[in-house]
């Protein structure tokens, strides 16, 4: 093995994974936030503006993205709720419980997302 | 009888592994391994130990990338194949070969208020601290550190910001902050809170993970955040 995959290894336990899926979620809800408000925007030119995005935006490729989207939210908030738990409770020794729990909560949500849209 | 093909940091010019062949044995330990490697292949290696028995923390390295007690650490435990690639620990200075320079890391000890300072002098009697007092039971696993500096090796808050205290100093402060018999508590939650402090602790756990005595630095430095906020909100900070 090179020391890169020693590395890697060496970092994958639950509580790692959830520290860089909290990260990776926040980054990307940070760079959509820009496009959520170009398209608010729209409706500074008119009805027919933004209707004409949202007919857009009800193309099956946006409505994956959009669960996506969900999926990220619901990591972000999971592994959010994970940190403070850990930090205003206390409860290491749930660690391998909550991480599951966030994982398992945002799979639920991005899947009823999923079997709403279409 | 297999052979272990043992891939080691040795430190001369640039740096680079070195590989050795040592005979696999039952119930062989890592420091075995590289002791057979000083005593027979080669006596220059560098390499630290002293206790063998898990108590003294000096033995601490590298073991296929993840930084383990050595002298505690069984080959078989940690070997899938006959491949072993021994270094020193990350995060801290390299003396020579396997040999770590501990300062740094006992210095963050002393700067984290890691000196007990009580109020009693020699000739008052011994104090008593009752075993299920809350303070005691909140610091039973985390006066179990040895120092190893196993955790500040695992931990990439120390390698990304390198005044980052570190998960032993913080857990040593976290025992004298609950101490009931320390006089410095407000001294040391000051010395805490910095930027390089308890705040910085990403909580990715890999010290918990790794810490050979099975302590949770994670929990002490939790518990340092809730002290520190809450002299905060009280204004005693």
Redesign the interface.
């Known amino acids: 093995?090179t020391?890169g995959?020693?590395?890697l290894?060496?970092?994958s336990?639950p509580?790692?994974v959830a520290?860089i899926l909290h990260r990776v979620s926040g980054l990307l809800l940070a760079a959509f936030l820009p496009l959520h408000f170009l398209a608010l925007s729209q409706a500074l030119h008119g009805e027919a503006a933004l209707d004409s995005f949202l007919s857009w935006a009800d193309n099956p490729m946006v409505k994956i993205a959009e669960v996506g989207l969900v999926l990220m939210l619901a990591l972000h908030l999971g592994c959010g709720l994970?940190?403070m738990a850990?930090?205003?409770l206390?409860w290491?020794?749930w660690?391998k419980s909550m991480v599951a729990i966030a994982f398992g909560g945002s799979l639920v949500a991005g899947t009823f997302f999923l079997l709403r849209v279409f | 009888m297999s052979k272990l093909k043992v891939s080691v940091w040795r430190s001369a010019g640039s740096g680079a592994q070195e590989y050795f062949d040592v005979p696999r044995k039952e119930n062989q330990t890592i420091l075995d391994v590289v002791t057979y490697i000083q005593r027979n292949l080669d006596p220059t290696l560098s390499y630290r130990y002293a206790c063998r028995v898990g108590m003294c923390g000096s033995c601490a390295m590298s073991v296929?990338?993840?930084a383990r007690w050595t002298c505690r650490t069984h080959v078989d435990k940690v070997c899938d194949s006959d491949?072993l690639?021994l270094r020193p620990l990350e995060n801290f200075p390299v003396v020579k070969d396997l040999v770590c320079d501990m300062q740094t890391f006992f210095d963050k000890q002393k700067k984290a208020g890691g000196a007990f300072l009580g109020a009693h002098t020699r000739e008052d009697s011994v104090a008593l601290i009752k075993p299920d007092s809350s303070g005691r039971m909140a610091v039973d696993e985390a006066i179990e550190c040895i120092g190893c500096g196993v955790c500040y090796a695992?931990c990439?808050v120390v390698k990304w910001k390198p005044d980052y205290l570190g998960p032993a100093a913080l857990n040593r402060t976290w025992t004298l902050v609950k101490d009931e018999r320390d006089t410095r508590r407000l001294d040391r939650l000051r010395a805490v809170s910095g930027d390089a402090g308890c705040h910085s602790c990403?909580?990715?756990?890999?010290c918990?993970?790794r810490c050979p005595k099975l302590l949770?630095p994670?929990?002490s430095i939790?518990?340092l955040?809730?002290e520190v906020s809450r002299a905060a909100l009280k204004g005693e900070l």
């Open positions: 093995m020391n995959s020693y590395a290894k060496a970092r336990h509580s790692y520290f994970r940190v850990l930090e205003a206390g290491t020794s660690q | 296929n990338g993840k491949a690639d695992s990439d990403h909580s990715q756990m890999s918990t993970q949770s994670t929990h939790s518990g955040k809730r």
